[in-house]
């Protein structure tokens, strides 16, 4: 049976960010995992980026308890990926930081940068905070708050 892998990264409210997560989702295919990625659930439903994020935000934590481990993906963690994460803490779920040029050195492709938008409005960006774990401060990330 394969291992099960959340997929740790923020919302995709524009093309390309659905892009990156379509690379993150292929490295762990291409890895070997079962990914678990809610974050298709976004093409799914017709509604403003609060309620998406809402959703997603509740189906997260119903999918986190299944999975072997969580991978985080992006520059940089949201607020919501820092409660997904603090989840995790607490049920001694396994965490792992996926490096850009690991995807690169694996898939041969390279990250996505825009804020061409999937709904129609631009990304302003979702809030973010600065965050600490129980566990110490995620190394390799970029937090902005």
Excluded at 2 to 17: G, H, M, N, R, S
Excluded at 38 to 45: K, R
Excluded at 71 to 90: R, Y
Excluded at 107 to 126: E, F, Q, V, Y
Aim: with cysteine; glycine share 6%.
């Amino acid at each position: 049976m394969k291992k099960k892998v959340y997929i740790c990264a923020p919302l995709p409210f524009t093309e390309d960010d659905m892009t990156q997560i379509k690379r993150y989702t292929a490295y762990a295919l291409a890895c070997g995992t079962a990914p678990v990625v809610p974050h298709f659930y976004v093409l799914c439903l017709q509604v403003s980026k609060q309620k998406v994020q809402e959703t997603v935000h509740s189906v997260s934590k119903s999918l986190l308890w299944y999975c072997d481990e969580v991978w985080v993906f992006g520059e940089f963690i949201t607020e919501a990926m820092s409660e997904e994460l603090k989840f995790c803490k607490t049920m001694n779920i396994r965490t792992r930081r996926i490096r850009e040029k690991e995807i690169r050195k694996l898939l041969g492709t390279k990250s996505i940068k825009s804020s061409r938008s999937i709904n129609g409005d631009a990304r302003a960006g979702i809030p973010l905070s600065p965050i600490d774990f129980c566990c110490g401060r995620v190394q390799g990330i970029i937090i902005r708050g």
